[in-house]
């Protein structure tokens, strides 16, 4: 369960630096804000948005899900900015990129650990 859960904080500091490109001493410390804030949206708030856009889901074949996913982890990202002040533009084909690097490089990470 730890393990998992820095498996989530360097997918997050690969997409703070690579994608966003976030620098100095707050990453780390944004990262794992976020990887708490993320884990706390995906348990409330995920499943009743999955159970409401049903519909949607079933006629794009469970595309519109990544569509969702990528808005619930701009959702984490926009809380991230209010508890730690911090002041980035980002935009949504930088929020899909980056919860694509995110599943990707969290994916890999936990076939390596498993």
Do not use: D, E
């Amino acid at each position: 369960m730890l393990t998992r859960f820095f498996i989530h904080v360097a997918a997050l500091l690969v997409v703070f630096y690579f994608i966003w490109h976030v620098q100095g001493g707050a990453i780390l410390g944004a990262a794992v804000v976020m990887a708490i804030i993320l884990a706390l949206i995906n348990a409330i708030i995920r499943p009743v948005l999955l159970i409401l856009t049903l519909p949607v889901t079933i006629l794009t074949l469970g595309l519109f899900v990544v569509i969702l996913n990528a808005l619930l982890f701009g959702l984490s990202f926009a809380v991230l900015q209010g508890v730690m002040h911090l002041h980035l533009a980002v935009s949504f084909v930088q929020i899909l990129i980056g919860y694509i690097v995110y599943v990707i490089v969290s994916t890999v990470l936990s076939h390596i650990f498993k």
